[in-house]
T-cell receptor, first 112, second 111 residues
Framework: DAGVTQSPTHLIKTRGQQVTLRCSPK?????VSWYQQALGQGPQFIFQYYEEEERQRGNFPDRFSGHQFPNYSSELNVNALLLGDSALYLC???????????FGSGTRLTVV | QKEVEQDPGPLSVPEGAIVSLNCTYSNSAFQYFMWYRQYSRKGPELLMYTYSSGNKEDGRFTAQVDKSSKYISLFIRDSQPSDSATYLC???????????FGTGTRLKVLA
């Protein structure tokens, strides 16, 4: 049973560019959350998607946007990249908000 | 003051020891608690998920929640070198879907 799959695993972008990260949730999971983890820090909540709608958003600027597709997969888009956006971006899925979250291995984004 | 506090470590223990990892928090409304293990450059792996107070055991792991003290613990019995990782706690209230994570405690189990 495949867990949460994220792509790509690594990415290097130039300041000002745009990036799209992808996530396939674990089978049977319909809720997808995105987190940003800076080096040496705990993950920070970006937003959560359920039924193709953004259900809740964390303290991230509008440059961060997302989408959930009918098959529950999700994308995270970041526009106008800043050096400070360099981090590990984690996707987590769950079958319901009252269950623990299963994380993917993440996409390591480096902005130069 | 951060909502969730964890000692960053590193915590070094000999193989076979019982490990105690802790988090304190300031928001008394937190109801859902999770513990994750994260190896270097990998995503977090869910170890324990608990709701409200009490204890929960799964194999070598025991999670405790003391809401009166705003304190949660993860105990690892018979620790192994493969347990060497960063341990993250996370928690949320019932009125939100956003989990607040601690910064993690680095554990080293010495063979």
């Amino acid at each position: 049973d495949a867990g949460v799959t994220q792509s790509p695993t690594h990415l290097i972008k130039t300041r000002g560019q745009q990036v799209t990260l992808r996530c396939s949730p674990k089978s049977g999971h319909d809720t997808v959350s995105w987190y940003q983890q800076a080096l040496g820090q705990g993950p920070q909540f970006i937003f959560q998607y359920y039924e193709e709608e953004e259900r809740q958003r964390g303290n991230f600027p509008d440059r961060f946007s997302g989408h959930q597709f009918p098959n529950y997969s999700s994308e995270l888009n970041v526009n106008a990249l800043l050096l400070g956006d360099s981090a590990l971006y984690l996707c987590a899925s769950s079958p319901d908000s009252n269950y623990g979250y299963t994380f993917g291995s993440g996409t390591r984004l480096t902005v130069v | 003051q951060k909502e969730v506090e964890q000692d960053p470590g590193p915590l070094s223990v000999p193989e076979g020891a019982i490990v105690s990892l802790n988090c304190t928090y300031s928001n008394s409304a937190f109801q859902y608690f999770m513990w994750y293990r994260q190896y270097s450059r990998k995503g977090p792996e869910l170890l324990m998920y608990t709701y409200s107070s009490g204890n929960k055991e799964d194999g070598r792991f025991t999670a405790q929640v003391d809401k009166s003290s705003k304190y949660i613990s993860l105990f690892i019995r018979d620790s192994q070198p493969s347990d060497s990782a960063t341990y993250l706690c996370a928690m949320r209230t019932s009125g939100t879907y956003k989990y607040i994570f601690g910064t993690g405690t680095r554990l080293k189990v010495l063979a």
